[in-house]
């Protein structure tokens, strides 16, 4: 039974960034002898728009324990000390969250990696543009601050960030690039140096800083999503953005080595651990199509079911290696072939369907609370 627990306490609330067990969301959990699990979860109101998420995450993470056959969950309203509790919980979040101009509803996503090497960035470049394309306003941060490579992707290495307004409400504006009916606003170290090839020599806090003001200084008003390209690794800007966005949702990238994947699990494990959700992984350069009806596996196989299935995530989708899609160099994001195109297309669409759809969060906890205390002057 401890061990349901513990693994309930890997679904987090992405609205509050905190686990449904210490949020008292999760109420019992029972075995029979035969395997069936019955869990019982309590929402603020069973119309919550996060009903699916939070339920679908459940059930996927309590059939990874041993024994377990089938997973039943029961969706119940909360009683008013649990609501109570629950409502200071959002209350914090609510006052976290007032310190950017991110959106409520926008979805803030990290891809982020164990190691470098794996296509991290193109993965996040080609994402933002696919999402673009479907219309979307896209918001791009890169918090790779040493190793920033999303203006060089983009073409966009003269780019200049500017700050405008008085001392008091001065705010960033993010370079625009438009694509379709859709537009990315892109924000880089790369964006602020005088020479793209000079080192970057800061610490920890430097860091960390640099992460603050990109979330908190930059005009992000009016996106749909926040796609953040992280640094490789587990790190101090890792370790920001989940105090700083604590309702970051994160996807892991590994190629098909296990060797890789191993690496990426400690990625997935730090989520975990900041109480950041875990969205998925995505296998890049999953294999080579030589265009005459060969499949080479140049990296190996396995990587990414092997992530997935440690972390208890799905495998949103493998990535082929193909000529524009490899290292940097150019300009991928407006090189890329069809094929790739036609790719990321389907990621996005997977993206913004299935994984992490936008959802109306007017009647959730922390809306509620962030509307009356906006309301009584607070």
Same mark, same amino acid.
């Given at each position: 039974?401890?061990?349901?627990?513990?693994?309930?306490?890997?679904?987090?609330?992405?609205?509050?960034?905190?686990?449904?067990?210490?949020?008292?969301?999760?109420?019992?959990?029972?075995?029979?002898?035969?395997?069936?699990?019955?869990?019982?979860?309590?929402?603020?109101?069973?119309?919550?728009?996060?009903?699916?998420?939070?339920?679908?995450?459940?059930?996927?993470?309590?059939?990874?324990?041993?024994?377990?056959?089938?997973?039943? #969950?029961?969706?119940?309203?909360?009683?008013? $000390?649990?609501?109570?509790?629950?409502?200071? &919980?959002?209350?914090?979040?609510?006052?976290?969250?007032? @310190?950017?101009?991110?959106?409520?509803?926008?979805?803030?996503?990290?891809?982020?990696?164990?190691?470098?090497?794996?296509?991290?960035?193109?993965?996040?470049?080609?994402?933002?543009?696919?999402?673009?394309?479907?219309?979307?306003?896209?918001?791009?941060?890169?918090?790779?601050?040493?190793?920033?490579?999303?203006?060089?992707? *983009?073409?966009?290495?003269?780019?200049?960030?500017?700050?405008?307004?008085?001392?008091?409400?001065?705010?960033?504006?993010?370079?625009?690039?438009? *694509?379709?009916?859709?537009?990315?606003?892109?924000?880089?170290?790369?964006? +602020?140096?005088? @020479?793209?090839?000079?080192?970057?020599?800061?610490?920890?806090?430097?860091?960390?800083?640099?992460?603050?003001? *990109?979330?908190?200084?930059?005009?992000?008003?009016?996106?749909?999503?926040?796609?953040?390209?992280?640094?490789?690794?587990?790190?101090?800007?890792?370790?920001?953005?989940?105090?700083?966005?604590?309702?970051?949702?994160?996807?892991?990238?590994?190629?098909?080595?296990?060797? $890789?994947?191993?690496?990426?699990?400690?990625?997935?494990?730090?989520?975990?651990?900041?109480?950041?959700?875990?969205?998925?992984?995505?296998? @890049?350069?999953?294999?080579?199509?030589?265009?005459?009806?060969?499949?080479?596996?140049?990296?190996?196989?396995?990587?990414?079911?092997?992530?997935?299935?440690?972390?208890? #995530?799905? +495998? &949103?989708?493998?990535?082929?290696?193909?000529?524009?899609?490899? =290292?940097?160099?150019?300009?991928?994001?407006?090189?890329?072939?069809?094929?790739?195109?036609?790719?990321? =297309?389907?990621?996005?669409?997977?993206?913004?369907?299935?994984?992490?759809?936008? #959802?109306?969060?007017?009647?959730?906890?922390?809306?509620?609370?962030?509307? #009356?205390?906006?309301?009584?002057?607070?």
């Amino acid at each position: 039974m401890e061990s349901l627990f513990e693994l309930a306490k890997t679904v987090i609330d992405p609205e509050l960034g905190q686990n449904i067990v210490d949020l008292g969301m999760l109420t019992s959990i029972t075995i029979s002898d035969a395997g069936e699990v019955n869990a019982r979860v309590a929402l603020t109101t069973v119309s919550c728009p996060l009903r699916g998420q939070i339920t679908d995450d459940l059930r996927r993470h309590l059939a990874r324990a041993p024994g377990v056959e089938s997973v039943e #969950i029961e969706i119940s309203t909360m009683d008013p $000390a649990a609501k109570a509790n629950l409502m200071a &919980i959002a209350r914090k979040s609510a006052q976290v969250q007032d @310190n950017t101009s991110i959106p409520l509803q926008t979805k803030i996503i990290a891809i982020a990696s164990g190691k470098g090497g794996v296509g991290k960035s193109t993965v996040t470049a080609l994402l933002a543009r696919a999402m673009a394309a479907r219309g979307l306003k896209i918001g791009l941060l890169d918090a790779d601050i040493w190793g920033f490579s999303i203006p060089a992707m *983009f073409d966009i290495k003269d780019a200049r960030l500017e700050a405008s307004g008085t001392s008091s409400t001065w705010s960033i504006s993010p370079y625009i690039a438009k *694509f379709g009916e859709g537009e990315i606003r892109i924000v880089s170290m790369g964006m +602020l140096t005088d @020479n793209d090839e000079g080192a970057i020599m800061w610490r920890g806090l430097m860091l960390s800083r640099a992460v603050q003001h *990109f979330l908190e200084d930059v005009d992000w008003s009016g996106i749909d999503y926040l796609l953040i390209d992280m640094p490789p690794g587990t790190g101090d800007v890792a370790m920001a953005l989940a105090r700083l966005a604590p309702r970051t949702e994160v996807v892991v990238v590994t190629t098909p080595s296990t060797a $890789a994947a191993k690496v990426a699990s400690r990625m997935g494990d730090m989520a975990r651990k900041g109480h950041l959700r875990l969205v998925g992984v995505i296998e @890049n350069m999953s294999y080579f199509d030589c265009g005459h009806g060969e499949i080479f596996n140049l990296f190996g196989t396995g990587g990414g079911e092997e992530l997935a299935a440690g972390l208890g #995530i799905p +495998l &949103i989708m493998k990535l082929p290696l193909t000529p524009p899609n490899r =290292a940097e160099s150019g300009s991928i994001v407006t090189g890329s072939t069809t094929s790739v195109s036609e790719s990321f =297309a389907d990621l996005a669409e997977r993206i913004c369907t299935d994984y992490a759809p936008l #959802i109306s969060m007017t009647g959730c906890s922390t809306r509620m609370v962030s509307a #009356i205390e906006e309301l009584l002057g607070k």
